[in-house]
């Protein structure tokens, strides 16, 4: 086994807090679409910052690589444990530390998940917004810069994260941020972390903004004849600066997909499921004039609800799109894409995309959070087919393409991994160059994380 001596080290620091099962090291190397399995030399659960620092210090020593791992719900391979090395698992630093409601901040652990934080939060009238689908842990939401289907009111983690704690890759431990509201002080050495996938450092703790919980809330479902419809009655309602919440593109077939696995039925067709935060007065003026735009584009069906219940169904309904587009070709394994375009591009982009599939011979439902221009297509592959994941792989390529070609990204939400690193350099130019030459500063031998977001020997 490669890195034994210092598996041998930290078995001596940590007890049985290491492990070399094979379960641990598979669970730790697989992925949720495509990518081969990848697992660790092992896995090391820390429960302090102290331990993660001693960890790293311990891996630097013996050139180690080290990935951080959270709940492992990225889709672009990140956790892939691609040279072997030590997975640092922080399902153990769990807590929420602090909540200082008149500020609006928490401080947590970077296990805590995201629905932890909100059941913590209940008795504050406060919550933390970004919702990226799976119950992901805060660290690797952060580390990741996730979003979702909030994002278009609330933002992204990037606009959530106030400051950090962070082991840099000789095990010194970095604070950044402070729990003030702006900052004119230096380098945002917070933003650099953000996004960055553990290639620069591994995060400890996080200070997170809060929001309070609306007054009222309303949620609906919508259906549109055509996807270019429900697209044009999206850029609308941005363009009329109505504050929607959550508004999430469904086409026919991943309406189809969920139908089949949540029990419910919608036409199938392509859906808006929409959702709208403020007083009782705010979200009805925004419901009416939304139903106004939808009804010019051939929206019908509607199914508004304030019911809590409802609600949750709704959106439960949606969070597990992928899993049930999976379901509708037993077995099989996706491409995951998420590209994002200038809202004024959308329609277009879609429109293209869908012209793609059809073409290609695949099966790929398209879904997305459109109100800030972010859609995926979910290309289900059978294993083993080369000819298939072939196609699969072409046709993400020009969904990327057309996307930089818009002004757009190649990823709007999942990161960089390893999926995406063959487009970082048409999208980046030169400054790629300059975040290789801050991994090299940085980690300067390469332990944190290697083979994601940069290329780097």
């Not at 331990?51 to 892939?80: F, K, M, N, Q, Y």
């Not at 444990?81 to 409601?101: H, K, N």
């Not at 009655?233 to 593109?249: L, Y």
């Not at 995926?376 to 294993?383: F, K, M, N, S």
Request: hydrophobic share 40%; net charge negative; aromatic share 6%.
């Amino acid at each position: 086994m490669q890195n034994a001596q210092a598996i041998a080290a930290l078995t001596s620091l940590l007890g049985d807090r290491v492990t070399t099962s094979k379960s641990d090291r598979d669970l730790h190397g697989r992925s949720e679409t495509h990518f081969p399995d990848f697992p660790p030399d092992a896995v090391v659960y820390p429960t302090t910052t102290e331990d993660v620092s001693r960890i790293v210090e311990i891996c630097a020593e013996h050139d180690c690589p080290v990935i951080g791992w959270g709940t492992g719900t990225s889709l672009e391979g990140h956790t892939a444990a691609i040279r072997g090395g030590i997975t640092v698992d922080f399902s153990r630093m769990d807590q929420v530390l602090a909540v200082y409601p008149e500020d609006m901040i928490a401080v947590v652990q970077p296990g805590v998940t995201r629905e932890a934080l909100n059941t913590e939060l209940r008795a504050t009238g406060l919550f933390f917004p970004v919702d990226p689908g799976a119950n992901a842990s805060l660290g690797g939401m952060a580390a990741t810069r996730a979003s979702g289907t909030t994002a278009v009111r609330y933002g992204t983690m990037r606009d959530q994260v106030m400051g950090l704690e962070v082991v840099m890759a000789d095990g010194q431990v970095m604070q950044t941020g402070s729990r003030a509201r702006k900052s004119s002080a230096g380098y945002d050495l917070t933003g650099l972390m953000v996004g960055s996938e553990g290639t620069l450092g591994l995060i400890t703790e996080l200070t997170l903004k809060l929001h309070p919980v609306a007054e009222a809330t309303a949620a609906a479902v919508c259906a549109f004849p055509s996807a270019q419809e429900a697209v044009q009655t999206v850029i609308e309602t941005i363009q009329m600066g109505v504050p929607m919440a959550r508004i999430e593109f469904l086409d026919a077939a991943s309406i189809a997909a969920v139908n089949a696995h949540s029990g419910r039925d919608d036409a199938e067709q392509p859906h808006l499921f929409i959702e709208f935060h403020g007083s009782e007065s705010a979200v009805a003026e925004q419901a009416e004039i939304f139903g106004s735009i939808a009804a010019e584009h051939g929206g019908a069906d509607f199914a508004w609800s304030s019911r809590s219940e409802d609600r949750s169904a709704l959106w439960a309904a949606r969070h597990a799109a992928y899993y049930a587009i999976l379901q509708s070709r037993p077995g099989a394994k996706a491409v995951v894409t998420d590209v994002c375009v200038p809202i004024s591009q959308l329609a277009t982009a879609i429109d293209e995309t869908i012209e793609d599939i059809a073409q290609s011979g695949l099966r790929g439902p398209i879904l997305g959070h459109v109100g800030d221009g972010n859609f995926h297509a979910i290309l289900l592959i059978e294993p083993g087919n080369e000819a298939e994941k072939s196609a699969a792989l072409a046709l993400s390529e020009r969904m990327v393409a057309r996307a930089q070609a818009m002004h757009g990204t190649a990823t709007g939400e999942h990161g960089v991994g390893m999926g995406k690193l063959d487009y970082m350099a048409a999208e980046h130019g030169a400054g790629w160059a300059v975040m290789a030459q801050i991994k090299r500063a940085m980690d300067p031998k390469n332990i944190l994380n290697p083979g994601k977001v940069i290329r780097q020997n």
